[in-house]
């Protein structure tokens, strides 16, 4: 499918298929991994979303791409390893998302929880304990090793007291030493998502990716389809039907087949996070990650966010994914925890500017800490039975970092289902943007050469290469063929930018413009003048009357102020704002 084939023609040609060779169910981020594998070795696969592509928990991560340093304590030696495989092709693969980060962890004493550790090693204890230096400096060491053998990153450092103090003079009094390591961390997680299905439908023109369409009965032989939108149903029959619904898995194998008795696969923790703008802070971190323990062993970080700082985060059980929001009590933990820290820093309500969260989709698991689940994925393979035609193939547990991995993993297990046979490996392709990006040294003379071919400012050519990588250069041809002009209420956009957005991406709704495909929500940018003008100019290219233009900005204030606490968005503020737009 073209990348830029409207909705209408997308539906067109899945009105075309009653069967497919594979029906992948979920678009969070390993859901879009495996399409993306299929379809580069020529399988016409089908994704569907319910919601947005990374609406859920794909893009409610912490914005971390790590090699999963905690993991070492746990054994899960194999996940390291191939976390800081992944995270070094992603550095290389989206370099114009994915970017290393100097991570510092304040340490309290020097030799302990080694007793501990050793139990939790060995799986006689779930309790959490303070890690000291030396054991922290052991994990480290052997994580370097990793880097060194599989990975491109420098080595650790242990600071002792006075280096600490020197380098973090606001770190709490028990602060006695500090180890820092390299990371990374991804500037925009769900754009990536969506050029990985770009990526695909590029690769096998016949694959076909479709979000707010939701699987909604089955009847053993086939599934249907309901478009969120107009309502219309369509019938499939799959040959292999991938579960990848994340949080949903059980949810979806009961609607699959709701008289068998389906084992419970998934366990799901909440994580909440907030941004905050405050400029103390920020100055402290200074580009830096403090990736700490607060005061009862749950790990939590802080790094600086587009002039903001991220916070996070919380791991608390739910048995409802739907229901999650980032509650006030996990905003107290979550202060609480930076005030452990940085005992001096105070942050009122106001600095918070946006919250989010998603619940993970571990594995189902008995541990009494959540903390000790493991983050490790695996695929459970549903054979056909009486109560299913075809295979069922459930996609468990998994972290963002890995993600091509996972994806890799069940693909070659839906080949083999489909008699097919790999042809090409992703393990060296560039996703999206980050094809034809120039290392970070040619960087420089790279924009000004685009500067000077597209006849603009290096400012705005290096704003949008940022934004979208080499995937900014139709951008900018549009630029200098039509000339742009800002938007009203927010300079660093134009109508034309947002419009091509629309138009390429798969923008069903006003939210998905402003959360997925642009960082105007989580940085803090929204106001209700700019969202009523963002509305116009999409009520513009879908034809929207004044009352449906009414309802999706009602929607997506309340949607806002419910999942990101941005409840000065009043609805009541767009009357005067939207009044112009004529009747259709």
């Not at 209408?8 to 992948?24: G, K, M, Y």
């Not at 309790?127 to 054991?135: D, E, F, I, V």
């Not at 989010?356 to 800490?369: E, I, T």
């Not at 138009?503 to 929500?521: F, N």
Request: glycine residues 8%; aromatic residues 8%; hydrophobic residues 40%.
């Amino acid at each position: 499918m073209e990348n830029n084939a409207t909705r209408e023609q997308r539906l067109s040609a899945l009105r075309q298929r009653t069967s497919t060779p594979v029906l992948i169910v979920g678009g969070g981020i390993n859901g879009i991994s495996t399409f993306r594998e299929l379809a580069l070795q020529g399988i016409p696969a089908i994704l569907v979303e319910k919601g947005d592509w990374c609406q859920a928990a794909s893009g409610a991560l912490s914005r971390m791409i790590h090699g999963g340093l905690r993991y070492l304590e746990t054994g899960e030696f194999t996940l390291v390893k191939e976390s800081v495989i992944e995270r070094d092709r992603l550095l290389k693969n989206a370099a114009h998302y994915v970017f290393p980060l100097r991570t510092t962890v304040p340490i309290d004493n020097l030799g302990g929880g080694l007793i501990n550790a050793t139990r939790r090693f060995l799986r006689l204890s779930d309790k959490p304990t303070r890690r000291g230096a030396l054991l922290i400096k052991t994990g480290l060491s052997l994580y370097d090793v990793y880097t060194r053998q599989y990975g491109s990153m420098p080595k650790h450092q242990v600071r002792g007291e006075a280096a600490t103090r020197d380098r973090w003079p606001a770190f709490a009094p028990w602060v006695k030493y500090s180890a820092s390591y390299y990371d990374a961390w991804i500037s925009a997680p769900e754009r990536l998502g969506y050029e990985l299905i770009e990526d695909a439908e590029r690769a096998c023109p016949d694959a076909l990716a479709l979000n707010y369409l939701q699987l909604v009965s089955a009847d053993g032989e086939s599934v249907t389809l309901l478009d969120a939108l107009s309502g219309e149903r369509f019938t499939l029959q799959p040959h292999v039907l991938v579960n990848a619904g994340g949080a949903w898995i059980d949810q979806l194998n009961q609607r699959l087949a709701p008289t068998e008795h389906f084992t419970k696969l998934i366990g799901g923790t909440k994580g909440s996070h907030l941004i905050i703008d405050h400029p103390e802070l920020l100055h402290l971190l200074d580009g830096e990650m403090v990736y700490f323990e607060n005061q009862e062993g749950r790990v939590c970080i802080m790094f600086p966010w587009f002039g903001k700082v991220l916070l996070g985060s919380t791991d608390i059980r739910v048995d409802d994914p739907d229901s999650v929001v980032c509650e006030e009590e996990e905003k107290a933990y979550i202060l609480e925890s930076l005030r452990f820290v940085f005992p001096d820093v105070v942050v009122p309500e106001s600095s918070i500017l946006y919250t989010f969260c998603g619940v993970r989709p571990l594995p189902a698991s008995n541990a009494k800490v959540n903390g000790q689940i493991s983050r490790n994925h695996s695929l459970m393979l549903l054979p056909p039975d009486a109560a299913h035609a075809y295979s069922l193939l459930c996609l468990v547990g998994g972290k963002w970092t890995t993600f091509r991995q996972f994806g890799e993993e069940a693909a070659d297990r839906v080949l083999r289902l489909i008699g097919e046979k790999r042809r090409i490996s992703s393990g060296d392709l560039p996703i999206g943007g980050g094809r034809d990006f120039p290392a970070p040294s040619g960087q420089t003379a790279w924009l000004a050469q685009l500067a000077q071919q597209y006849s603009l400012p290096l400012f705005r050519v290096s704003q949008l290469v940022r934004r979208y990588g080499s995937r900014a250069l139709p951008i900018l041809q549009l630029i200098q063929q039509q000339g742009e002009q800002p938007l009203q209420h927010h300079a660093g956009y134009s109508a034309l930018e947002l419009r091509y957005l629309i138009e390429h991406e798969q923008v069903q709704q006003l939210e998905d413009l402003l959360v997925r495909r642009t960082s105007l929500a989580i940085c803090g940018e929204l106001t209700p003048s700019l969202v009523a003008e963002i509305a116009q100019l999409m009520a513009d290219l879908r034809g929207w009357n004044v009352t449906q233009l009414q309802n999706h900005l009602q929607n997506t204030c309340a949607s806002l102020a419910r999942q990101h606490g941005l409840t000065d968005l009043n609805p009541t503020l767009f009357q005067e704002e939207t009044r112009h737009v004529s009747q259709q």
